[in-house]
């Protein structure tokens, strides 16, 4: 693997040299609880202080933005961030047709921070029987850990979009809502509300201090072509401007 990560962020070498180029391949950064792969795309200049992780899917029924980097996302257009980015985190859900992973858990009420032993296994809010129980859960914070991203992005889908933060994170995300305003088919507007127990961007606000984790709910459905390059554009700009 090159660029950042190679040079030492996932155990490579501290000090080796980054290839500078601005795509690098697909990297396999971990297995589903099911033995599915987990795929890390990296984009934009090989050193960089700036990141931007962004995960295209975290509920198996909710993963329109897996398609956003080949779509949207132009290396060209990252000049002085990076762009770290899980099409899906949740392989198995996809497979299976369900928001849980392949063993019945909520991956999005399986964080540490008010976690709340919610449910049976495949309930629909089943937050397992402890946190980061779940491999794709324990995949996801071993990758936040490492690349330490300035913003973290998680996609979601529901009946009304919106850009959702709560705390540190609301500023970054009034900021990314305000870059999707051109979004053509449905608007995404910014939405402050408190995050419900287990949350991944919950333990990021209190895990990972002057960073900032929000979500972006995304109309149900596939993605329109036009609006994929949109989204696609304002990650790049939030990892290139903040």
């Known amino acids: 693997m090159v660029g950042l990560l190679a040079a030492g962020a996932l155990g490579a070498p501290a000090g080796r040299a980054a290839d500078p180029v601005h795509v690098r391949d697909p990297v396999t950064v971990g297995h589903s609880s099911e033995g599915r792969p987990i795929q890390l795309r990296e984009y934009g200049p090989a050193r960089t202080q700036r990141r931007v992780l962004a995960f295209g899917c975290i509920h198996g029924t909710e993963c329109a933005a897996s398609d956003i980097p080949k779509f949207g ?3 060209g ?4 961030g990076s762009v770290f980015y899980v099409p899906n985190l949740n392989p198995d859900g996809l497979a299976e047709g369900t928001r849980l992973n392949g063993r019945g858990v909520d991956l999005n009420r399986n964080f540490p921070v008010a976690w709340e032993p919610i449910g049976v296994p495949w309930d629909l809010q089943y937050a397992g029987p402890h946190p980061f129980s779940e491999p794709e859960t324990r995949i996801a914070a071993r990758l936040i850990r490492s690349i330490r991203p300035n913003v973290t992005i998680w996609f979601h ?4 979009p919106m850009v959702r ?3 540190p994170s ?3 995300a009034r900021r990314f809502a305000r870059y999707l305003r051109p979004v053509r088919y449905t608007p995404v507007p910014f939405r402050r509300l408190p995050w419900l127990p287990g949350t991944a961007p919950n333990w ?3 895990r990972f201090p002057g960073t900032a984790s929000f979500v972006v709910e995304l109309p149900p459905g596939p993605l329109p072509h036009d609006d ?4 696609g ?3 790049a700009r939030l990892a290139d401007r903040g």
């Not at 889908?157 to 009304?160: D, G, I, N």
């Not at 994929?228 to 989204?231: G, V």
């Open 73 to 75: 996302l132009r290396a």
């Open 77 to 80: 257009a990252l000049t002085a």
């Open 157 to 160: 889908q529901e009946a009304e």
């Open 165 to 167: 933060a709560w705390g």
């Open 170 to 172: 609301v500023p970054a």
């Open 204 to 206: 990021q606000n209190h």
């Open 228 to 231: 994929a390059l949109l989204i």
């Open 233 to 235: 554009a304002a990650v």
